[in-house]
């Protein structure tokens, strides 16, 4: 068994790692740069910034519920090194599209280039779904089985970290020429290209399948396949619940930083960036709390203190006093402010108790069936994720039209976080029971 980072000196392990993190780190790249321009330099509303953001975030997410089975089908029957490669080339052609998009907003033309940027995000959306269940269920092929939770776990820090300087770099590149930006995603594609030459092989382990793809009838077939099995079925249920909160935060954060805590751009990203920290932190601590062995048994504790956090972090955006009228906060005097440092750590709280819960839910999910159904389990996953995530965005919709601001819907997310825990719980009882294969 190697510990964790010594997976990092393998080829069996490297060039999958860096190709999943230059691609989260992208997809974050030009995600938050659109955003950005649209919350700071087209809307002016809090309401009509909320709404983009949970638009882009649907459109984001439809494609994980429409195409993750057929992904998953494809990954279990096909090399899954193949498939990356196929898939990293089509990010290349989509960061064309979405760079068009932004070079014709900053023209002076925001309403078709932000239409073409969020095409870019759909053509993303489809990228990931086929790339989710390939990065989880590969490692199973490549890894020892005492080392697929560290994997799981390095994987999952690596994400973050991507979305932590994908969110960084897109608010240093906003002060600069769109240019510099449109280069900078393209480049990154095409180096992930590159490095996706260099992972190894992962054939098809088990009997030929037959893919169906029809969207509605494979994603049914998928799920209904996966969810019998107690383990997997709480496993699902507890990421997918899990990752409804985290919608509702994502959609929230921006307008919360602007119209909440009154401050500009630069802290906004460094929000993002503190969460992004938090979790890495979370993932590879959870991985040494249980040295390796994959168990939910600190998952309960671990999102009812994030719930915990979540309270903490909204009394302080409650109290927070108001830049004066007509400006926003930047971020050195956010640091300095007489609560800017508790909220820096109740952040960090929140991402780090989250991390440690979902990590080992998504290593059960490659360790409890057998090797030609991982991908296949993954997709069900992901389809359950995206539903639960549309439901979350839906919901922060609705609560904005009823008059529920930012720092309210952080209660909703707190108040979430003892389901969580029981589902989480319910996990643990169940862990030990044989896992029936087919």
């Not at 990203?269 to 040295?291: D, E, P, Q």
């Not at 927070?320 to 400006?327: D, R």
Request: charged share 10%; hydrophobic share 55%.
């Amino acid at each position: 068994m190697l510990n964790a980072l010594g997976l990092l000196k393998e080829r069996r392990f490297l060039p999958l790692f860096v190709t999943q993190f230059l691609g989260a780190f992208n997809d974050n790249l030009f995600k938050t740069s659109m955003v950005l321009f649209a919350t700071y330099q087209i809307y002016n509303d809090p309401t009509v910034e909320q709404n983009f953001n949970a638009l882009a975030t649907a459109i984001g997410i439809l494609p994980f519920f429409l195409l993750s089975a057929l992904a998953g089908q494809l990954a279990d029957t096909h090399d899954k090194a193949r498939i990356i490669r196929i898939v990293k080339t089509a990010e290349i052609l989509i960061m064309i599209v979405g760079s068009a998009g932004l070079l014709i907003a900053h023209g002076g033309y925001a309403t078709p280039g932000l239409a073409l940027m969020l095409v870019a995000v759909l053509g993303l959306g489809i990228h990931s779904a086929f790339f989710g269940p390939i990065k989880y269920a590969i490692l199973p092929q490549h890894l020892h089985e005492d080392e697929v939770l560290g994997g799981t776990g390095m994987v999952e820090a690596a994400t973050y970290l991507a979305i932590l300087s994908g969110t960084v770099v897109a608010g240093v590149l906003a002060t600069f020429p769109a240019e510099i930006t449109v280069a900078t995603v393209i480049a990154v594609a095409l180096i992930g290209w590159v490095m996706a030459l260099f992972v190894p092989p992962a054939l098809r382990q088990g009997p030929e399948l037959t893919v169906n793809f029809n969207p509605f009838t494979s994603s049914w077939r998928v799920i209904s396949a996966t969810m019998h099995i107690p383990r997997l079925f709480m496993t699902i249920c507890a990421i997918s619940f899990f990752w409804s909160m985290g919608a509702v935060l994502i959609i929230i954060f921006p307008p919360l930083v602007k119209n909440v805590l009154t401050a500009n751009e630069a802290v906004s990203t460094f929000v993002i960036a503190l969460f992004s920290i938090g979790v890495a932190i979370g993932s590879v601590a959870i991985n040494a709390l249980l040295r390796g062995h994959t168990s939910a048994r600190y998952a309960p504790g671990s999102v009812l203190a994030m719930g915990g956090c979540i309270i903490i972090f909204s009394l302080l955006c409650r109290a927070w006093p108001a830049a004066p009228a007509g400006t926003l906060y930047d971020l050195m005097t956010f640091i300095e402010m007489p609560r800017g440092i508790m909220i820096v750590i109740a952040l960090m709280a929140i991402a780090i108790t989250g991390g440690m819960f979902v990590v080992p839910l998504y290593a059960f999910l490659t360790t409890t069936v057998t090797k030609d159904q991982t991908a296949r389990t993954v997709a069900a996953n992901n389809v359950v994720n995206a539903g639960a995530m549309v439901i979350g965005a839906l919901g922060v919709q609705a609560l904005a039209f009823a008059g529920v601001g930012p720092g309210d819907m952080l209660f909703v997310v707190a108040a979430m976080c003892p389901i969580s825990a029981w589902l989480g719980h319910k996990l643990h009882l169940v862990c030990d029971q044989p896992i029936p294969h087919h």
